[in-house]
């Protein structure tokens, strides 16, 4: 119904990005991350595969190499070089605007991802080669940088590339004073945020980008969950690993085996003596 000859419209509510009863606006406590998914099957011709949601944000990641470098201007005599991609797809947002390779968020976005890896992937065992990484974003809601660093750690793992550790992001805010953990897309647009990467054996941060002004007062509670929320992060993603690796050596065990009388060659296969060595 229209409103009456001079009149106006009643404000509009905005969205409690915590209410009285300490519930966000999708029913999650402040310290609550929200639910994880990773698929780690192998797609097309990639080495390593991973497609990972964190809510409602999802991403998939591919991984070729370590291969020959394809040009030789960007070869290192000492090292792998490691080349990120991004890709955004068009209807991943409600924007629906199209980014190509040169916008410059995507490119940010590519930069942080490979200053994240260049310190963890041992990329000293592999000179003259690189290791490029295609990251597609297929939907965004909020923490599209940490899905991003997560579904990579996957995906190097994935292809057998040797890390320090892992690395697992999140991201976390401050709304009021109160610290929240992994922020929707509604939160980031009016809270102030940082994403920090981990990795949780040594403890080392490998990422804090903070894309708004945030007290320093303020930081230090957020850095701090932050690193905790990346132990049970790691947890995640250490039993989808653990979970794909059993998966391969299950449909190793099922291959061909030698009948009575048949030899098997020893390159090829190892008796119970000998692979309990392993």
């Not at 797609?43 to 595969?49: I, L, N, R, V």
């Not at 994403?195 to 230090?220: I, S």
């Amino acid at each position: 119904m229209p409103p009456l000859p001079g009149t106006s419209l009643p404000p509009r509510r905005r969205v409690d990005i915590l209410n009285d009863g300490g519930y966000r606006s999708d029913g999650r406590r402040q310290y609550e991350l929200r639910d994880i998914t990773i698929d780690m099957t192998p797609q097309g011709s990639a080495d390593g595969c991973a497609s990972i949601a964190h809510g409602l944000t999802q991403v998939s990641v591919s991984v070729f190499g370590p291969r020959e470098a394809k040009q030789r201007s960007q070869t290192l005599h000492d090292r792998a070089v490691l080349n990120v991609e991004v890709n955004v797809l068009p209807f991943s947002t409600g924007e629906r605007r199209r980014r190509g390779r040169a916008d410059r968020r995507i490119l940010e976005l590519a930069a942080s991802i490979k200053a994240t890896f260049e310190p963890v992937v041992q990329t000293t065992l592999y000179p003259r080669a690189q290791i490029d990484i295609f990251v597609s974003v297929q939907q965004q809601d909020g923490g599209l940088l940490p899905a991003c660093i997560n579904g990579t750690t996957l995906a190097l793992a994935a292809a057998g590339v040797p890390l320090l550790d892992f690395v697992c992001a999140v991201s976390a805010g401050v709304h009021g004073a109160a610290a929240l953990l992994d922020l929707s897309a509604l939160e980031e647009g009016d809270l102030p945020h940082a994403a920090v990467a981990v990795l949780p054996r040594t403890k080392r941060v490998t990422l804090a980008a903070l894309e708004t002004r945030l007290h320093v007062d303020r930081f230090a509670e957020v850095f701090r969950l932050a690193c905790d929320a990346g132990q049970t992060i790691h947890a995640e993603m250490r039993r989808a690993v653990r979970t794909r690796t059993q998966e391969l050596v299950a449909a190793m065990g099922a291959g061909p085996r030698a009948g009575p009388g048949e030899h098997v060659d020893r390159d090829v296969a190892m008796d119970d003596d000998a692979a309990a060595d392993y």
